[in-house]
Structure formats: structure tokens, C-alpha cells
């Protein structure tokens, strides 16, 4: 059995990469081609932008948590958990926008159903 040439590491800057993602298609695919790359750096920006944008909007909650960590614990690590999802949740939303924005981009647009009724009444008119 060939080996793949193009193979992801387990780890990139010490963190792991899972498995699913080493192995997917979609992911090798769009790491051949430089439009899948740029695709792919133009997501992770914005993803990245928009995780920094909630920590720095919450800096002084964030900076409140570590210094009263011993008081209450319980409450705070709640609260830094409910920061946490927030930015992944905007992180995940501003590189579907990005990966959207492309694909609208590169895809034709479509015809609207009204507009293919009106476009086939005209031909049978003409005709």
C-alpha cells in the first residue's frame, strides 16, 4: 500500500491535531491548491480576530477572575467558561462568513423561481 506524500503532523506547535482532521479529504484538498490556502489563512484570520476582539472587550472581567479566583472560585471559572464559548462561538462565526463570502464569490448565482417562470413564459412567447 503507497504511503501519501502529503501527510499532517500529529502535533503543530505542541498542540495535537485530531485525527479526523489529519485524515480529511476536504482539508488535503484545499492544502494542495493556493486558492484553498488562502481560503484557508483568510478564515483562520478572521477566526482569529474575532476570538481576540471578545477576549479584549472582557479584559477587565478576565483580569477581575484571576485575582479572586480564590473567593469565588465557582462563580468566576463559570463565567471565564462563558467567555470561552463566546469566542469560540464568534471565532466559528467569522470563518463561516469568510468561507461564504468565497463561495458566493466563486459559484454562479442563481436564478430566483420567479425569475425561471418569467424566462420560460418569454421563450414560449418568442417562439
Known amino acids: 500500500m503507497a504511503k501519501s506524500k502529503r501527510k499532517l503532523p500529529k502535533k503543530i506547535g505542541g498542540f495535537k491535531v485530531p485525527k479526523s482532521v489529519r485524515?480529511?479529504?476536504?482539508?488535503?484538498?484545499l492544502l494542495a491548491s493556493p486558492v484553498g490556502r488562502d481560503l484557508l489563512a483568510?478564515?483562520?484570520t478572521a477566526g482569529a480576530g474575532a476570538a481576540a476582539a471578545v477576549l479584549v472587550s472582557e479584559r477587565g472581567e478576565i483580569a477581575d477572575a484571576t485575582k479572586s479566583a480564590a473567593k469565588t472560585g465557582a462563580k468566576k471559572s463559570a463565567r471565564a467558561a462563558g467567555l470561552a464559548t463566546e469566542m469560540v462561538q464568534s471565532a466559528a462565526s467569522a470563518m463561516m462568513a469568510v468561507v461564504s463570502d468565497a463561495a458566493h464569490?466563486?459559484?454562479?448565482?442563481?436564478?430566483?423561481?420567479?425569475?425561471?417562470d418569467r424566462d420560460s413564459r418569454v421563450r414560449r412567447a418568442t417562439h
Open 42 to 44: 483568510n478564515a483562520i
Open 105 to 116: 464569490k466563486v459559484l454562479p448565482e442563481q436564478k430566483s423561481r420567479g425569475d425561471k
Open 23 to 29: 485524515k480529511s479529504t476536504l482539508l488535503r484538498n
